[in-house]
């Protein structure tokens, strides 16, 4: 996000004209998505925030109400919005580092040149592919107390067994193993990143005779700082409003330890239908996840090394 | 780079508030064309306007109706057949059906927000009468009032969705109820008597109990009874709680959600409390009936019966319609008595949404699907229970749908269909203001009670004031 | 040394293989459920093999519904969605990535953020313009949107690796004489087939496994999707899980084909080779 200096060098008429020839075309080749966001988004946005001041129910007319939609989350006449602001918070602090680490861990290891690295990749994609539908009826086999394979296995290596996601307490870090399972799309991400960096860097470290942790550390990882810095963002919009598990597994138990907050802002909007107030909770979770993304991006000058920017 | 983004975000927000005020506007037309409630009586008049005579004479203009529903495939296909034979006795009118498969509500309510809604449809009966307050649904009574073929007496109290005196939101497309269906190879093998089909001859609670036990079967062919009985290590379940209808209990207790204005929360009073205990024990403390946590692999229905995970099931009548097709050697009992015999009924409502241009039409479409002539495949196959009394009382009809068929086994009679019709007492969403919000409350304590984490009375009690200020009435019905 | 590379290799494949055994679990899974009569799906401890394979599941399954159809609707959607998110994407992150243009990072911000509402309270401002267009119940609301940059995902995951090459390619090429869009079209595009080819799989996918908005766009039967198909047999009172495991296994199928096709472009060298054509 830094300024672009590269034509610095350039004579003032012609630095000006191709300055505006720039603009210009970064402006019509960007238009599909501008575009796109004031034609499909912003209005849907714009209508929402709208809401959040009324008594909406999606079936009556709405009335203005000021604030009280905002009050009464903030002043806890609305049990349950500390209560899930507070679960998915745990949920994004557990989950976003540990499949960011294990996708790149996986994508890393499967871009050695190793035999069968197709069916090895297309493997490690699967169950991305599962509808939640099918793999969630797994996954509660698995975390079954009695049953469970993982008990089970636990059982065997003589090591305490869990009640997984029908504790309170372990709810939230059973959902978060299962989501470490699907990080596919993370890896793959990851994997096309991968390709990106340059041989000779490599080379040159072999000629330098350095280790394979002098690549890692010194090549790949700063190589894929950008690739690191989406997968990251992206990780932390998603976990945010993580909404499946709860949906479909948990119905946001045990005792409302997994009431994700977009779980809990569907059961507003649709079943208790107060599309009001589950505007209000969505802009609450807008404004946190802008703040914290600005943060990221805001720090991101002091790790992330971009090409472009990095020779300028 | 911050200046700026937060100079442009706050110039989004209030060009996003104008347009808001317009979308809201727009909103309120629809409301408004939707009707309030009180543009319910406009029904009659347009009906009564679009009325062209009896079904035979022939000169009709068109009419197309859309009917949405839910439901498997074969539910899907027998409705669908119920609207065939509508359209061959009306062939002015054409239904177009749409099924929709999942998340009905989102579906609908989105609809409703584009002003997009069918005609007539199955809603479900937690939303039905918000619904009707908002003005979107018909009052039934300004059809049923002038309707020569049909009065509001020849259905079924039990199957009325009520929102004001008067106003009548809906009418079940079917009754269910509760009951015990069971294994008989798994009762005849461990030589327990069969469960009682009368109502007056139910199980007392202390039978109830002991009968689950001596059906619990531990890994090593230990009953629930026997000192050594492993409760780790289960084989088969004596019973399966539908702990989501835990109200079943609580009425058999003689115990209440609200009272009868819908002043009190009644959950933490003892006869509820005490009824919701006792489930909580059938897991917790005689170990024969499985956790929600343990529920969540036992396949429901009949499947759990026929693979002998549990030997008992309390259960909505619905599940005859696979017990129906299982080949299994099925039962059917009344509920175990508490403090009285009685049974919770259930079901959602059809009803017929406020923008309809053929309120008439729609109301003939409404009688077709409440008249078990036209859908008796639903109701042979036991998914469904008739809504029209005298299929409960006249031997001859019951014998249409009850007799000669699989899924309606000897027993029936007594155990479902008389007990739901004598017996039966609404579930709360018939009544209830605003229940979701209630649940939201109640369900989660519960989770520790069906857990073991604590007691019913200490969970209740711990969200009793909670619950007492969420409570938003009932809603009147006429006496 | 060759032993102690011996030993890494040994190490790497046992990692891999445990993990492939992990992933491919709830896949076998799937298959076996697929096999077998509803009473034995539950059955505890598990049953590993169908006994007997119940091949009429995936008969009963297939024509239960119309899954041809079904299947022509869903690569309709999904063909518009992944040309429009792959040809949008790519041309508006070079914009954002390597042209200079006043208010770039803030609108970049912006439509970034479009991505941190949940969806349940967009949903239906959203359908209310589609339907004020007249385009509800019809494939326009579910593939239009992707020709329009396919998303600010997309548009985002393509400027991170527009970053990652060096300015002075667009410098040469400019002095050269070539204009913005034959730099992109001739330079850039080749140099970024791998995240591409992620945009295009992610975009496939997505189409392929949505089941909201068809379910909240399309009111005809003959218009459904395949996801939408598959909810079918979660009935209402009991799901037909075997049937249910049939069809998805069908549904998948194509989906793996797709992901193995294009996973052979995440292959080092490419973006080297590029360089030097």
């Given at each position: 996000?830094?300024?672009?200096?590269?034509?610095?060098?350039?004579?003032?008429?012609k630095?000006w004209?191709?300055?505006?020839?720039?603009?210009?075309?970064?402006?019509?080749?960007?238009s599909?998505?501008?575009?796109?966001?004031?034609?499909?988004?912003?209005?849907?946005?714009?209508?929402?925030?709208?809401?959040?001041?009324?008594?909406?129910?999606?079936?009556?007319?709405m009335?203005?109400?000021?604030?009280?939609?905002?009050?009464?989350?903030?002043?806890?006449?609305?049990?349950f919005?500390?209560?899930?602001l507070?679960?998915t918070?745990?949920?994004v602090?557990?989950?976003?580092?540990l499949?960011?680490?294990?996708?790149?861990a996986?994508?890393?290891?499967?871009?050695?040149s190793?035999r069968?690295?197709?069916?090895?990749r297309t493997?490690?994609?699967?169950?991305?592919?599962?509808?939640?539908?099918?793999?969630?009826?797994?996954?509660?086999?698995?975390?079954n107390p009695?049953?469970?394979?993982?008990?089970?296995?636990?059982?065997?290596?003589?090591?305490?067994?869990?009640?997984?996601?029908?504790?309170?307490?372990?709810?939230?870090?059973?959902?978060?193993?299962?989501?470490?399972?699907?990080?596919?799309g993370?890896?793959?991400?990851?994997l096309?990143?991968?390709?990106?960096?340059?041989?000779?860097?490599?080379e040159?470290?072999?000629?330098?005779?350095?280790?394979?942790?002098?690549?890692?550390?010194?090549?790949?990882?700063?190589?894929?700082?950008?690739?690191?810095?989406?997968?990251?963002?992206?990780?932390?919009?998603?976990?945010f409003q993580?909404?499946?598990?709860?949906?479909?597994?948990?119905?946001?138990?045990?005792?409302?330890?997994?009431?994700?907050?977009?779980?809990?802002?569907?059961?507003?909007?649709?079943?208790?239908?107060?599309?009001?107030?589950?505007?209000?909770?969505?802009?609450?979770?807008?404004?946190i996840?802008?703040?914290?993304?600005?943060l990221?991006?805001?720090s991101?000058?002091?790790?992330?090394?971009?090409?472009?920017?990095?020779?300028? | 780079?911050?200046?700026?983004?937060?100079?442009?975000?706050?110039?989004?927000?209030?060009?996003?508030?104008?347009?808001?005020?317009?979308?809201?506007?727009?909103g309120?037309?629809?409301?408004?064309?939707?009707?309030?409630?009180?543009?319910?009586?406009s029904?009659?008049?347009?009906?009564?306007e679009?009325?062209?005579?009896s079904?035979?004479?022939?000169?009709?203009a068109?009419?197309?109706?859309?009917y949405?529903f839910?439901?498997?495939?074969?539910?899907k296909?027998?409705?669908?057949?119920?609207?065939?034979?509508?359209?061959?006795?009306?062939?002015?009118?054409t239904?177009?059906?749409?099924h929709?498969?999942?998340?009905?509500?989102?579906?609908?309510?989105?609809?409703?927000?584009?002003?997009?809604?069918?005609?007539?449809?199955?809603?479900?009966?937690?939303?039905t009468?918000?619904?009707?307050?908002?003005?979107?649904?018909?009052?039934?009574?300004?059809?049923?009032?002038?309707?020569?073929?049909?009065q509001?007496?020849?259905?079924?109290?039990?199957?009325?969705y009520?929102?004001?005196?008067?106003?009548?939101?809906?009418?079940?497309?079917?009754l269910?109820?509760?009951?015990?269906?069971?294994?008989?190879?798994?009762?005849?093998?461990?030589?327990?008597?069969?469960p009682?089909?009368?109502?007056?001859?139910?199980?007392?609670?202390?039978?109830?109990?002991?009968?689950?036990q001596?059906l619990?079967?531990?890994?090593?062919g230990?009953?629930a009874?026997?000192?050594?009985f492993?409760?780790?290590?289960?084989?088969?379940?004596?019973?399966?709680?539908?702990?989501?209808?835990?109200?079943?209990?609580?009425?058999?207790?003689?115990?209440?959600?609200?009272?009868?204005?819908?002043t009190?929360?009644?959950?933490?009073?003892?006869?509820a409390?005490?009824?919701?205990?006792?489930?909580?024990d059938?897991?917790n403390?005689?170990?024969?009936?499985?956790?929600?946590?343990?529920?969540?692999?036992?396949?429901?229905?009949?499947?759990?019966?026929?693979?002998?995970?549990?030997?008992?099931?309390?259960?909505?009548?619905?599940?005859?319609?696979?017990?129906?097709?299982?080949?299994m050697?099925?039962g059917?009992?009344?509920?175990?008595?508490?403090?009285k015999?009685?049974?919770?009924?259930?079901?959602?409502?059809?009803?017929?949404?406020?923008?309809?241009?053929?309120?008439k039409?729609?109301?003939?479409?409404?009688?077709?699907?409440?008249?078990?002539?036209?859908?008796?495949?639903?109701?042979?196959?036991g998914?469904?229970?008739?809504?029209?009394?005298k299929?409960?009382?006249?031997?001859?009809?019951?014998a249409?749908?009850?007799?000669?068929?699989?899924?309606?086994?000897?027993?029936?009679?007594?155990?479902?269909?008389?007990?739901?019709?004598?017996?039966?007492m609404?579930?709360?969403?018939?009544?209830?203001?605003?229940?979701?919000?209630?649940?939201?409350?109640?369900?989660?304590?519960?989770?520790?009670?069906?857990?073991?984490?604590?007691?019913?009375?200490?969970?209740?009690?711990?969200?009793?004031?909670?619950?007492?200020?969420?409570?938003?009435?009932?809603?009147?019905?006429?006496? | 040394?060759?032993?102690?590379?011996?030993?890494?290799?040994?190490?790497?494949y046992?990692?891999?293989i445990?993990?492939?055994?992990?992933?491919?679990?709830?896949?076998?899974?799937?298959?076996?459920?697929?096999?077998?009569?509803?009473?034995?799906?539950?059955?505890?401890?598990?049953?590993?093999?169908?006994?007997?394979?119940?091949?009429?599941?995936?008969?009963?399954?297939?024509?239960?519904?119309?899954?041809g159809?079904?299947?022509?609707?869903?690569?309709?959607?999904?063909?518009?969605e992944?040309?429009?998110?792959?040809?949008?994407?790519?041309?508006?992150?070079?914009?954002?990535?390597?042209?200079?243009?006043?208010?770039?990072?803030?609108?970049?911000?912006v439509?970034?953020?479009?991505?941190?509402?949940?969806?349940?309270?967009?949903?239906?401002?959203?359908?209310?313009?589609?339907?004020?267009?007249?385009?509800?119940?019809?494939?326009?609301?579910l593939?239009?949107p992707?020709?329009?940059?396919?998303?600010?995902?997309?548009?985002?995951?393509?400027?991170?690796?527009?970053?990652?090459?060096?300015?002075?390619?667009?410098?040469?090429?400019?002095?050269?004489?070539?204009?913005?869009?034959?730099?992109?079209?001739?330079?850039?595009?080749?140099?970024?087939?791998?995240?591409?080819?992620?945009?295009?799989?992610?975009?496939?996918?997505?189409?392929?496994?949505?089941?909201?908005?068809?379910?909240?766009?399309?009111?005809?039967?003959?218009?459904?999707?395949?996801?939408?198909?598959?909810?079918?047999?979660?009935?209402?009172?009991?799901?037909?899980?075997?049937?249910?495991m049939?069809a998805?296994?069908?549904?998948?199928?194509?989906?793996?084909?797709?992901?193995?096709?294009?996973?052979?472009?995440?292959?080092?060298?490419?973006?080297?080779?590029?360089?030097?054509?």
């Amino acid at each position: 996000m830094r300024e672009n200096g590269s034509d610095r060098r350039a004579k003032p008429g012609k630095k000006w004209r191709r300055a505006r020839k720039e603009a210009l075309f970064g402006f019509l080749f960007a238009s599909p998505v501008i575009l796109g966001y004031l034609i499909f988004v912003f209005g849907p946005l714009a209508f929402s925030l709208g809401i959040s001041f009324t008594d909406y129910n999606i079936l009556s007319k709405m009335s203005f109400v000021g604030l009280a939609n905002y009050r009464s989350l903030f002043d806890g006449t609305n049990p349950f919005f500390y209560k899930s602001l507070l679960v998915t918070s745990y949920y994004v602090v557990l989950s976003v580092p540990l499949q960011v680490v294990f996708a790149f861990a996986v994508a890393l290891l499967l871009n050695r040149s190793i035999r069968g690295k197709a069916v090895f990749r297309t493997i490690f994609f699967l169950p991305t592919m599962v509808p939640v539908v099918a793999s969630s009826v797994i996954w509660l086999w698995l975390f079954n107390p009695d049953l469970g394979l993982l008990n089970q296995v636990l059982k065997f290596l003589h090591l305490p067994q869990s009640q997984w996601i029908f504790s309170e307490r372990m709810a939230v870090p059973s959902l978060v193993l299962m989501s470490l399972w699907t990080v596919g799309g993370t890896m793959v991400i990851f994997l096309a990143g991968l390709q990106g960096i340059p041989k000779h860097l490599y080379e040159a470290v072999d000629v330098d005779g350095g280790t394979a942790r002098h690549k890692l550390f010194r090549i790949t990882v700063p190589m894929m700082t950008p690739t690191l810095f989406f997968n990251t963002v992206m990780g932390f919009i998603g976990s945010f409003q993580v909404f499946g598990q709860a949906y479909i597994m948990t119905g946001g138990g045990p005792n409302n330890a997994t009431l994700f907050y977009s779980f809990f802002t569907y059961r507003e909007a649709f079943e208790s239908m107060r599309m009001g107030s589950a505007s209000a909770i969505s802009w609450i979770l807008f404004v946190i996840i802008l703040l914290l993304t600005l943060l990221i991006f805001k720090s991101s000058s002091l790790w992330v090394y971009y090409e472009s920017e990095g020779k300028a | 780079m911050n200046g700026k983004a937060g100079w442009l975000l706050s110039t989004i927000f209030v060009i996003g508030f104008v347009l808001a005020g317009c979308g809201g506007s727009n909103g309120n037309e629809g409301g408004a064309s939707g009707g309030s409630s009180d543009a319910a009586p406009s029904a009659s008049e347009s009906g009564t306007e679009g009325s062209s005579g009896s079904p035979s004479s022939d000169d009709h203009a068109p009419v197309t109706l859309k009917y949405t529903f839910w439901g498997s495939p074969n539910e899907k296909k027998i409705q669908e057949n119920a609207i065939k034979g509508f359209m061959k006795k009306y062939p002015w009118i054409t239904v177009n059906t749409q099924h929709i498969p999942d998340d009905y509500v989102t579906k609908l309510t989105t609809m409703a927000a584009g002003n997009q809604l069918p005609d007539v449809g199955l809603l479900q009966g937690d939303q039905t009468l918000k619904w009707a307050e908002e003005g979107r649904i018909y009052n039934l009574m300004d059809f049923l009032n002038d309707d020569p073929d049909i009065q509001l007496s020849d259905i079924l109290e039990n199957t009325q969705y009520w929102w004001a005196d008067g106003k009548l939101a809906g009418i079940n497309g079917a009754l269910e109820a509760m009951a015990i269906f069971y294994n008989k190879d798994v009762f005849q093998q461990l030589n327990v008597p069969l469960p009682p089909t009368k109502a007056e001859e139910a199980y007392n609670w202390d039978d109830f109990v002991k009968t689950a036990q001596q059906l619990t079967i531990d890994q090593k062919g230990r009953n629930a009874l026997d000192p050594d009985f492993d409760p780790k290590q289960i084989k088969q379940y004596g019973v399966m709680l539908p702990t989501g209808l835990y109200m079943t209990a609580v009425y058999a207790n003689g115990g209440q959600l609200v009272n009868e204005d819908g002043t009190k929360f009644m959950l933490a009073e003892p006869p509820a409390a005490e009824a919701i205990q006792r489930w909580a024990d059938l897991i917790n403390k005689y170990h024969v009936a499985p956790s929600p946590a343990q529920q969540k692999n036992i396949p429901g229905g009949a499947t759990g019966l026929q693979t002998k995970k549990v030997a008992m099931t309390i259960d909505g009548q619905w599940s005859l319609a696979d017990l129906g097709v299982s080949k299994m050697n099925f039962g059917i009992g009344v509920l175990p008595k508490m403090q009285k015999e009685v049974t919770m009924t259930l079901g959602d409502p059809i009803v017929i949404f406020q923008g309809t241009k053929h309120p008439k039409e729609a109301w003939e479409l409404v009688k077709w699907m409440m008249n078990p002539d036209s859908t008796l495949e639903l109701q042979s196959s036991g998914l469904w229970m008739p809504v029209l009394k005298k299929w409960y009382q006249e031997p001859d009809l019951v014998a249409k749908w009850a007799e000669g068929n699989s899924a309606h086994p000897e027993g029936y009679e007594d155990a479902v269909m008389n007990n739901a019709f004598e017996n039966g007492m609404q579930q709360p969403i018939y009544y209830v203001r605003d229940l979701p919000d209630l649940n939201a409350i109640i369900d989660p304590a519960l989770d520790n009670v069906w857990s073991g984490k604590t007691s019913a009375q200490e969970a209740l009690d711990g969200i009793k004031a909670k619950a007492q200020a969420a409570l938003k009435g009932v809603y009147t019905k006429p006496q | 040394m060759t032993g102690s590379k011996r030993a890494v290799n040994i190490v790497l494949y046992v990692v891999l293989i445990g993990g492939s055994c992990i992933c491919l679990f709830p896949f076998f899974w799937l298959i076996r459920s697929s096999f077998m009569e509803l009473t034995q799906i539950f059955e505890m401890p598990p049953i590993w093999v169908p006994r007997p394979f119940k091949w009429s599941n995936y008969s009963d399954a297939l024509t239960a519904l119309p899954f041809g159809r079904y299947f022509w609707n869903t690569l309709k959607i999904v063909v518009l969605e992944v040309s429009g998110t792959v040809l949008t994407s790519s041309l508006c992150a070079y914009a954002f990535a390597r042209l200079n243009w006043p208010g770039r990072n803030i609108i970049f911000m912006v439509i970034l953020s479009s991505m941190m509402m949940p969806g349940a309270v967009t949903l239906i401002p959203q359908f209310i313009g589609w339907k004020e267009l007249g385009a509800t119940n019809s494939i326009i609301p579910l593939t239009v949107p992707a020709w329009f940059g396919g998303g600010a995902f997309n548009v985002f995951l393509m400027r991170q690796f527009y970053g990652t090459i060096p300015k002075e390619l667009d410098e040469a090429a400019f002095v050269d004489g070539a204009g913005y869009f034959t730099i992109y079209s001739r330079l850039m595009l080749p140099l970024t087939v791998p995240p591409l080819i992620a945009v295009g799989l992610f975009a496939f996918l997505n189409g392929w496994n949505d089941f909201m908005g068809p379910l909240i766009y399309l009111n005809d039967d003959h218009k459904f999707t395949l996801a939408l198909g598959l909810q079918l047999f979660k009935g209402t009172y009991n799901a037909q899980w075997n049937l249910m495991m049939a069809a998805t296994t069908v549904v998948i199928l194509p989906a793996i084909a797709v992901f193995f096709l294009g996973q052979k472009y995440f292959v080092e060298g490419i973006v080297m080779s590029g360089l030097k054509g």
